[in-house]
């Protein structure tokens, strides 16, 4: 038994950025007393993890060149590009495992950190189940061009992105316009278009390029000035993200009030242009569950409130922004749909005079009833109507004599607020006067809380339809007499209203 040789124990370990004085205390050991010194490099056989360390590889350990066989996408390999990377990993894999069963402790180089878009990754990926390893992190790229722009990245609960300059244009565009800091890597050729998207985005002004940060080349420019036929692969492009200033505000000077949707729940439908305004706003009134969708910002009022109190919200709102406060007040789905930005306008129409002076937008959401007819297909895809069964602002015999006229039409209907705690019998009365004019099996949708948690589609119809599983968060979609239905992937029903009619 004494033949057995044990095997040697593996290293990730994170040189940092760049800069020798940034390799930490212990990689720096690890690199000291290993037998075996890894790097990958290209052809030339230059390696920037191991020019960070070449200082301390004079004390007997052995160099291991792993030698990657192709430096673009472009290759003859049967496989392609991700057939010839994958061979060539499970090669150096294998070069790296002589080592280890030979009883030599392999130190495998990496810049920056192993485990952020680190080449250590795809050894361990291959080696790290069968051989003892230890990954020592390194100093990563985005926080030391973050040091050395001197700009900070995130405070508070900013949110931070790492996007890759790979993505297609119009996804970068749309993550840069969410308003969160982001780190950009992988430029290189792809950095005209990262340029386009962060300029459609609005980010320009934040943005900020470094390339070989903390290295002796280093340097930093302008977005604009940068010309893209230069940029290096160890570049990225930080934009970190807006900073809240409170601002205090005084009496008479101009305020601003903006009344915007944040759609029906998830926060990937917010439209950029609202979630700048909640960036930029000193105050968000609203119905308390809504502001509670809202990421706090420093310094930062919010003035919530309950579900039946819109026409003192309003008011309390336009006194903010007289004051010369900049306001968002806060609606669900979309503002102008039975929502708040009626209740505002109505106010100032009846209010002072001054208050028609004010600067007021309206910035729309996608509403509760496109949401629910996106989960099923498309059953308002051709002329419909839209009622709310809510008889607190307007009386029911209105109501019903709506829903008598929309359904004798042939319209396909969204129903807004069709039960609540006080109001248990109009859904009832609405199911039957839609029956006078429509088949038993006409399709209709329950759809609550879409986007949200607790979300939960029925597609039921006319005949089926139970009051009991509708509450005050649930939208109702019902079809006309062309509406169809099927099956989709997976029996999923698919609800749908053609746009040809009656031809």
């Known amino acids: 038994m004494s033949g057995i040789v044990k095997p040697g124990r593996l290293y990730g370990v994170g040189v ?22 890894a790097y990958l490099s290209a052809r030339h056989g230059r390696s920037n993890a191991r020019a960070i360390v070449a200082a301390e590889l004079t004390r007997g350990q052995r160099e291991l060149a792993l030698i990657y066989p192709l430096t673009t996408e472009t290759t003859d390999h049967a496989d392609g590009y991700d057939g010839a990377i994958a061979q060539f990993y499970d090669e150096a894999a294998a070069r790296v495992a002589a080592e280890l069963n030979a009883g030599l ?24 189940q069968r051989y003892e390893t230890e990954v020592i992190p390194g100093v990563c790229s985005v926080m030391a061009g973050a040091a050395r722009l001197g700009k900070p990245l995130v405070r508070r609960d900013t949110e931070l992105a790492i996007l890759p300059g790979t993505l297609p244009e119009a996804e970068l565009a749309r993550r840069l316009a969410q308003g969160h800091a982001v780190a950009i890597m992988k430029l290189g050729r792809n950095f005209a278009k990262v340029r386009r998207a962060i300029e459609q985005a609005g980010a320009s002004s934040r943005a900020l390029y470094i390339e070989r940060a903390t290295m002796s080349a280093e340097r930093a420019l302008p977005l604009a000035e940068v010309d893209p036929a230069q940029v290096p692969y160890f570049s990225l492009v ?14 008479g000077a101009a305020g601003q009030l903006i009344v915007l949707g944040l759609g029906p729940g998830a926060p990937e439908w917010l439209s950029p242009e609202a979630r700048a305004a909640l960036a930029d706003a000193t105050d968000l009134v609203g119905y308390q569950p809504y502001l509670d969708r ?22 309390h709102a336009i006194e903010l922004a007289q004051a010369g406060r900049r306001v968002c007040v806060v609606s669900s789905g979309d503002p102008g749909i039975f929502a708040m930005a009626s209740a505002v306008l109505e106010q100032v129409e009846a209010g002072p005079e001054a208050w028609r002076a004010l600067d007021i937008r309206v910035l729309p959401g996608i509403s509760a009833m496109q949401a629910a007819s996106a989960r099923v297909g498309a059953i308002l895809g051709h002329d419909f109507c839209v009622l709310s069964l809510s008889d607190r602002l307007k009386p029911w015999p209105t109501i019903a004599e709506r829903l008598d006229a929309a359904a004798k039409a042939d319209f396909a209907l969204a129903l807004y607020n069709p039960i609540s705690s006080e109001r248990q019998w109009q859904l009832g009365e609405a199911r039957s006067i839609l ?15 879409v986007g949200g948690a607790g979300e939960r589609i ?3 119809d006319l005949r089926s339809l139970d009051p009991t599983q509708v509450d ?9 007499s062309q509406t169809r239905r099927f099956a989709g992937a997976g029996g999923k029903p698919v609800v749908y209203t053609p746009r040809r009619y009656g031809v």
């Not at 809202?294 to 008011?315: M, T, Y």
């Not at 029956?435 to 809380?449: G, K, M, N, Q, S």
């Open 472 to 480: 005050m968060r649930t939208i109702l979609l019902i079809g006309n």
């Open 16 to 37: 940092g950025p760049g800069d020798p004085d940034l390799i930490t205390v212990k990689a720096l050991k690890v690199v000291r007393g290993a037998d075996v010194v």
């Open 458 to 460: 029925v597609v039921t």
């Open 435 to 449: 029956a006078r004019h429509r088949a038993p099996e006409t399709p209709v949708i329950l759809a609550r809380d």
């Open 238 to 251: 930080l934009v970190p993200g807006a900073e809240v200033v409170p601002v205090k505000c005084v009496a």
């Open 294 to 315: 809202v990421s706090p910002q420093p310094g930062q009022i919010r003035h919530g409130s309950d579900n039946k109190v819109e026409a003192a919200r309003a008011r």
């Open 105 to 128: 402790n392999v130190a495998v180089l990496c810049e920056g950190d192993p485990f952020f878009y680190g080449s250590y990754m795809y050894l361990h990926d291959r080696l790290a």
